[in-house]
């Protein structure tokens, strides 16, 4: 079936980077675009930006644009998001999901786990 | 940014009740509307796309509506299972917005 597995929680220092992966397994990895999501304790949910698999080429949203790199990995389905710099306010559990189109109309399914990422000295 | 309000934040009803959550967008998005159920500790899932459609595998009980600016999830006679938090997503630009969500408690 489509998955979405992400790596484990993570503990950073305020100012350092973290880099979390989601491997994609049950459909052709390169047909779908990934988004990635956050959301902080208790809050909703904000969207970070989109990666399209088979080119590589991302969209980031403006509020993390300069901190945030999306990648991949097409030989092993695994796309990647890197955060830097940062502070309290990044703690949060992270989320990729896979883009559905249908048209002009999209959304987003399945989800990962989630990752939980907590920023704290 | 397009925001996404929804109301309300917090909802108590009971085994079998009828829910109605809106979510109000603050600029048209024709039918680019989704909702999605989240339990604690968990990832959402997908429960309508495109303003009405049902998700494959999702209960009848649950439907959607609306166009352009406002639109409604309604859940008929519920199940202890469809208490967790409910959200709206945009998906007419980017960013893609989220509502601030409506938690349905027993």
């Known amino acids: 079936q489509v998955q979405l597995v992400q790596s484990g929680a993570e503990v950073k220092r305020p100012g350092a980077s973290v880099k979390v992966s989601c491997k994609a397994s049950?459909?052709?990895?390169?047909?779908?675009?990934i988004h990635w999501m956050r959301q902080a304790p208790g809050q909703g949910l904000e969207w970070m930006g989109i990666i399209n698999p088979s080119t590589g080429t991302t969209s980031y949203s403006q509020k993390l644009q300069g901190r945030v790199t999306m990648t991949r990995d097409t030989s092993t389905t695994t796309v990647y998001m890197e955060l830097s710099s940062l502070t309290s306010d990044d703690t949060a559990v992270y989320y990729c999901?896979?883009?559905?189109?249908?048209?002009?109309?999209?959304?987003?399914?399945?989800w990962g786990q989630g990752t939980l990422v907590t920023v704290s000295s | 940014d397009i925001h996404m309000t929804q109301s309300p934040s917090s909802l108590s009803a009971s085994v079998g009740d009828r829910v109605s959550i809106t979510c109000r967008a603050s600029h048209p998005i024709s039918r680019y509307l989704n909702w999605y159920q989240q339990k604690p500790g968990k990832a959402p899932d997908l429960l309508i796309f495109?303003?009405?459609g049902l998700q494959t595998g999702v209960p009848s009980r649950f439907s959607g509506s609306g166009s352009g600016t406002d639109f409604t999830l309604t859940i008929t006679s519920l199940q202890p299972e469809d208490f967790a938090t409910y959200f709206c997503q945009q998906s007419y630009n980017t960013p893609h917005t989220f509502g601030q969500g409506t938690k349905l408690e027993i």
């Open positions: 999901a896979r883009d559905i189109v249908r048209g002009d109309l999209t959304w987003f399914d399945p």
């Open positions: 495109a303003a009405a």
């Open positions: 049950g459909y052709t990895f390169t047909t779908y675009y």
